[in-house]
């Protein structure tokens, strides 16, 4: 496979903007992350120490082997919701390893409002279930919740995707023969009872860990019995009278060896084997990527010049090179993994989208995982192309990639608007993970263009009533929408609502990939088949 | 296809084959019968060919292979079959840019009469949420630019042109 030839020029002027723009929002980005993981009042870390727990991260290295990789998802959930009071959305999601097996971890975090969740918290947990239902990957729980957050509980409990979607999907998960453990360090109250009791083992902490339908404040006020945690619903208990939980462990330590142990026994399906080469390292430095990134969104850039600091030795075949040129379609490898990569170079063409279609038949038709490089502003609009059909041909590619057998993953590398989301297998559209740069724009449309529209609207309305607008009049009407869609397309607000599993440092993809790829081979790959293209 | 070696910037294109006891390497001027073990030492090999083994120490890198022999370092490239007989991609460039969609100029950086090189920025265009930078396709005099910023222009219009070059 050839290498792509790099004309990225790093000592230009424009590339030396973009790296100083870039790193200067990566320093807030990580700073942001920094303190979302580890920044806590004081107040909380004294909390936790007095209850004898330890807190999450501590949790997650007694875990996952010592040097190996954790794939974190969503570390800014909710980063715009509650004040940015609970970080984190209050939970750990991600893909560890533990004794040498990609597990999905679920962990609560009690340092922040004690573990509650809010409806972001269900959402990041109910995500992290469905990766593990579609990758076939192991559950290991970390339970440590005060329970639904009850003044939002209308955002926590009724609807199909809320709390009860947790437990239904650990039900579908036994289904699958997928194993799950839950390791009790807390309180698993109300519905939170049945993490642990839908897991096929779990580990109570004794002293800490408890588990019960109501705690003792709901028992008195319902029937007017008084009882103690312990004897309602502590380790002692469950294990030896109600059979509830399976393992009692003196410590947290004695509980993580055990749940290893655990994890140890489970039987070691087969991966589903695909095309592999030998693992190297791209051939230019993936920092420069900081470089190639425009400072301002509305730039224009060559999408091979991303690849080829993302991709296994910057090496890239491309299919269709002189053919519907603003979609690059071609086959590359990541960790070693052979993948078909599509990735933007502007704005998607009729030719373009059958390229892209025909491209994701091969990709099916050979078992090839694809990667999706979003930079899209949408389909061409305008008559000469909705006479050529693009709104056909968009759906050609729509068919092709929703009905895509093979596992999906997308990089929002810049822009994500309106139908090129869907096309580029934006959220709806299963990727088995979707991480976002952190400069990168999703949105119906754009900030201007939105604002724009919607100002036009209210000044014709207006000038309907007879009124005359002043230039300050508009602009009055028109800059706070542009500001607010402006925040509203920001790579924060995706994160905050868990549009994605995550914002990414450019330079961290290729691993964040090469991880996800790895974890999709736990789940088989079923025959290619479609529905219906509108030929 | 045979392999393709790049040793002391000569191309060598040879290949391995094994006659079922011992392999031979290939060459256009005849094929050696040869044998390589490691002693296992790091990198450390002894070669047997012409009835002669030789010493030697290996370095295999993803690009090409170093081999120690006899006091002198030797590298051996691997040439990427695709890369040497794809030819320089792309024919000179012709004489004019034309839209590849239509849009509106955001701004003109040359005018009619300046020397330009390959590559070198013409015009910005912008066109669905996008700003592309069109670029001179070869080395030449500009003849024409249409459009000024804010023009708006239809596909496959003459954004640039340059003078024809002569023979």
Not at chain 2, 134 to 154: K, N, Y
Request: glycine fraction near 10%.
């Amino acid at each position: 496979m050839r290498r792509i030839e790099s004309h990225i020029d790093t000592n230009a002027a424009d590339y030396k903007a973009n790296f100083a723009a870039m790193s200067e929002r990566l320093k807030e980005f990580h700073a942001r992350q920094h303190a979302a993981r580890f920044e806590r009042p004081q107040r909380d870390i004294d909390r936790l120490a007095r209850q004898n727990k330890l807190g999450v991260r501590e949790r997650l290295k007694l875990l996952l082997d010592p040097g190996t990789p954790f794939l974190e998802f969503s570390t800014l959930a909710a980063c715009r919701e509650y004040d940015g009071a609970v970080p984190g959305a209050a939970v750990v999601t991600g893909i560890g390893i533990v004794q040498g097996r990609e597990v999905a971890i679920h962990a609560n975090d009690a340092s922040v409002k004690g573990g509650a969740w809010y409806p972001h918290t269900v959402k990041k947990i109910v995500r992290l279930l469905d990766v593990a239902l579609e990758n076939h990957l192991p559950v290991v729980h970390i339970c440590d919740s005060a329970g639904g957050f009850l003044p939002l509980q209308h955002g926590v409990f009724p609807d199909r995707y809320l709390g009860g979607r947790v437990f239904r999907n650990q039900v579908k998960l036994s289904q699958a023969n997928i194993p799950q453990i839950a390791i009790v360090g807390g309180h698993c109250t109300a519905g939170g009872a049945y993490v642990p009791t839908l897991s096929d083992y779990n580990i109570i902490i004794e002293g800490t860990g408890a588990i019960f339908l109501g705690g003792p404040p709901l028992v008195k006020a319902a029937t007017g019995e008084e009882v103690g945690v312990q004897e309602l619903g502590g380790a002692v208990m469950h294990t030896s009278v109600s059979g509830t939980g399976d393992y009692r462990a003196a410590t947290e330590q004695h509980a993580f060896a055990l749940a290893r142990e655990i994890v140890s026994q489970w039987k070691r399906m087969p991966k589903t084997i695909i095309e592999t080469a030998a693992h190297e390292e791209p051939y230019y430095d993936p920092k420069e990527l900081y470089g190639i990134i425009p400072k301002d969104r509305k730039t224009q850039f060559d999408m091979r010049e991303v690849l080829a600091r993302i991709v296994d030795g910057s090496r890239f075949h491309e299919y269709q090179p002189d053919y519907g040129t603003t979609m690059i379609c071609g086959f590359a490898h990541i960790w070693g993994y052979k993948v078909g990569i599509l990735a933007n170079n502007g704005v998607l063409f009729n030719d373009s989208s059958l390229k892209a279609a025909h491209f994701m038949q091969l990709c099916n038709q050979n078992r090839t995982p694809l990667v999706f490089f979003q930079n899209i502003t949408g389909y061409m609009v305008g008559r000469e192309y909705e006479e050529r059909g693009i709104a056909k041909d968009g759906a050609k590619m729509l068919m092709a990639q929703g009905g895509s057998v093979v596992p999906k993953f997308t990089v929002i590398a810049n822009a994500s608007y309106g139908a090129g989301n869907y096309g580029m297998c934006g959220r709806a559209w299963d990727a088995r993970t979707l991480f976002m740069w952190p400069q990168a724009e999703i949105g119906v449309m754009g900030a201007d263009q939105a604002a724009n529209t919607m100002a036009d609207v209210k000044i014709r309305q207006l000038e309907r009533e007879g009124k005359q607008l002043t230039e300050v009049e508009i602009a009055a009407i028109r800059d706070p929408v542009l500001e607010k869609f402006r925040r509203d397309v920001e790579a924060y607000t995706s994160t905050s609502e868990l549009w994605d599993d995550g914002i990414l440092d450019p330079a961290d993809t290729r691993n964040a990939l090469g991880m996800s790829i790895s974890a999709a081979l736990n789940a088989p790959i079923d025959d290619p088949h479609y529905g219906i293209f509108r030929l | 296809m045979r392999r393709i070696f790049m040793i002391a910037s000569h191309e060598a294109e040879c290949w391995l084959t094994h006659d079922g006891s011992r392999f031979v390497l290939n060459m256009p001027d005849g094929a050696v019968p040869c044998q390589l073990d490691p002693t296992g030492a790091p990198g450390a090999h002894v070669l047997r060919t012409g009835g002669r083994a030789h010493e030697l120490r290996l370095a295999v890198g993803s690009e090409s292979t170093f081999i120690h022999l006899n006091g002198r370092t030797f590298e051996v490239g691997r040439v990427d079959p695709d890369d040497r007989l794809a030819g320089r991609q792309g024919a000179a460039g012709g004489d004019r840019l034309l839209a590849p969609m239509p849009g509106v100029v955001v701004s003109v950086a040359v005018k009619p009469g300046d020397t330009v090189t390959e590559g070198q920025p013409l015009l910005v265009i912008e066109s669905m949420k996008l700003e592309t930078t069109l670029t001179a396709p070869r080395d030449g005099v500009v003849a024409e630019m249409p459009f000024t910023a804010g023009d708006s222009f239809g596909l496959k219009a003459v954004l640039a042109q340059l003078t024809p070059q002569e023979e």
